[in-house]
C-alpha cells in the first residue's frame, strides 16, 4: 500500500486521521495561507488543502498525501486564526448571537492518480450571546489562538455555542472523517 502522508503538523488532525487506522507520518507543508482579495472561506479552504497536499507530495512523489485546511465567515466577513488573547476576544464578541460558516476543505494527491480527489465540508456554528466577562474566562481558560474562530469545539469551546449544523462532527475539528474515508476509499485504500 502507498505511505499515506497527512499535510499537517496539527495534533488535532493526527487525533482525528488515527480514527481511521490506516497507518501515517505528518509532515509540515509550505504554503502561504494569505486569502486572495475577494476570496470566499470556501475557496480559501478548498485552495489551502489543495495546495497543502501538493506541497508535501512534491517532496514525496511515491506517497498519497492529505491535506485539509478550514476557513470561517461571519457576516460576510473572513474569520481567521486569532494569534492573541486580545485578537480572540474582538473575534468572539464579534461573533456572539450569530451563525459561523465552517468551510473545511480536504485534497488527497496520490502518485496513481492524474489529478487530487477534493471535497468539502460545511459546518454551521450559532454562538450564544457572549458578555464580555464569558468570553474573557474564555480565553483564560482555552486560548485557542491558533483555531480558526478562536475556540475548540472539542473543548470547553463548545459552551459557547447555542447549535450546531453538520453533516460531519469532525468537520468543526478541522478533519471532516466522512469526506476523509470516501476520498481515501476512492484511492484504493480499504476502510473499515
Known sequence: MT????????RFRAELLVRLRQPFGQAAPDVDET????????????????????????????????????????????IGKPGSREAACEQLAFMAGRTVSFA???????????????????????????????????????????????????????SLFEEIQSRDPTGLIGLPLILTARLLRKAGYTLP
Open 35 to 78: 486569502p486572495k482579495p475577494g476570496e470566499t472561506a470556501e475557496k480559501l479552504a478548498a485552495r489551502l488543502a489543495r495546495a497543502k497536499a501538493q506541497s508535501v507530495f512534491a517532496k514525496r512523489p511515491d506517497a498519497c498525501v492529505i491535506g485539509s485546511d478550514q476557513s470561517a465567515t461571519c457576516m460576510n466577513r473572513l
Open 3 to 10: 505511505p499515506l502522508i497527512l499535510a499537517s503538523t496539527s
Open 104 to 158: 473545511t476543505g480536504v485534497a488527497l494527491v496520490h502518485p496513481d492518480l492524474p489529478r487530487p480527489l477534493a471535497g468539502l465540508d460545511i459546518t454551521l456554528v450559532k454562538l450564544r450571546r457572549l458578555k464580555a466577562a464569558e468570553i474573557e474566562r474564555y480565553v483564560g481558560a482555552e486560548p485557542a489562538l491558533d483555531c480558526a474562530g478562536g475556540f475548540m469545539a472539542e473543548g470547553l469551546g463548545i
